[in-house]
């Protein structure tokens, strides 16, 4: 029923750019080191490389460790700032990936800490502080692009596709707030003076040397690892900044996609399958699963993410499902089954497990569903409740947990614990975020673990039904 992700707490260190306007300000900061370059500001970081200071402070072109702090332990408060973002996760569109505050190479600054998960455009993030009377001091709040959950190094995203950025802020003091791109190949491309409420920007609106004429502009090919976005300091006066991201995420382009099977769910070559004993494979880009504790009920795997099932056990339990493993816990998820029908209980919903949950009492091991429709039982109602919540699109699901002791498991029967997301109003249509309810698990004080898989599942528990369902996940 089942693929693999950790989530790892990780708190990254940002790359940020301390930028000049002109040659006497760069005169007034008598702290850079390697101003080699008297025709235009120093790099990033004071010096003239485009790295930030090493664990020691003093070597410019070694970049800190991956943890984000100026030690090799993970999760350890840096010491130039103090804060720890344990391991807070940001969606951003086709962005995804650890978040961080930081306060750029130059000590004595201040910035808040994160608190919670974010997903663009449900809610906001704030960050605020002072900033000391240097250039190069920056309250920063930044996010990996391309870092599935549990992993502790970045990825690189593809621009391909997309023509800039949309971008929603609130400024709370009339602070210059600017927007940076950061490439893997390690070079800085920026924006100066976003402006408070929303703009599109597009690629080439960002340049090396945002706070003048001069630098290259970014062209839109070379692959993104980090963005972030900061109050810069100034070199005369101490800052005080306070603003809001409500919103900040790739806009499309062409609109193509380069994954039609997997993301849209259009035809592919292979032939509708029939399975009918318990099977796991691949099937038109998707994983899937057919699991019953009883024989005589089949699954039909069709294009795309799409399937059926149907099943007449009054004394069986039954799933049949499609989607991605491990799957990175940021899928957004588009289903319809209009024909979804059962006479006993059953669920249509989000489905999958999770290993090695720390403090996930009695085991380590935790299955997850998010229910989009059920039959006959509300399984949230007879569960431990957490709480409820709301989604972006207004929707609220209750959550809860449940034990189930010596049950068929990924790992053979065993004790593990359920997490349970069930939308208070049913559907069998829809768009579903998985990031928003894993961020309202966490929030709730459920630990995360392991990601095994992400699938949209029908389950049929002593009853009879079927259930034809289209479904792309992206």
Partial sequence: MRNVLCFVLVFTLSLAVACQSDDDDKTANNSYQNDSDSTRPPGPYGTDSQLPPGPDGTDPNVPPNRHGTDDTTPYNPDSNTGVDDNGIYFQAGDWQGYAWTDIGPTEGGTVSELSADWVSGAGQVCISGTLVADYSSLGIVGMAVAQPRGSSTYGAWSPAGHSGVRVDIAKNLSTNIRMELLTAAGDAYCYDNLPAGGIDLSWSDFATECWGTDGTRYDGTAPLERVQIYAPGDANTVVEYDFCIHAMHPISGSGTDPNPDTDTGESCNEADREVCGNATGTHCGYSYEFWSDRSGDCMTLKSGGNFYMAWSGSDSNVLARKGRRPGTGNEVVTFNAPQYTANG?????????????????????????????????????GAQSHGSFQTSDGATYALATSTRTNMPSIEGDRTFIQYWSVRNSKRSSGTVNVAEHFAAWKNAGLPLGELYEVSFVVEGYHSTGSGDVVMTMR
């Fill in 345 to 381: 209980t059953s669920y249509l919903g989000i489905y999958g497990w999770m290993k090695n949950v720390p403090a996930a009492s009695p085991g380590d091991l935790v299955e997850y569903y998010i229910i989009e429709n059920w039959v006959e039982y509300n399984p949230s109602s």
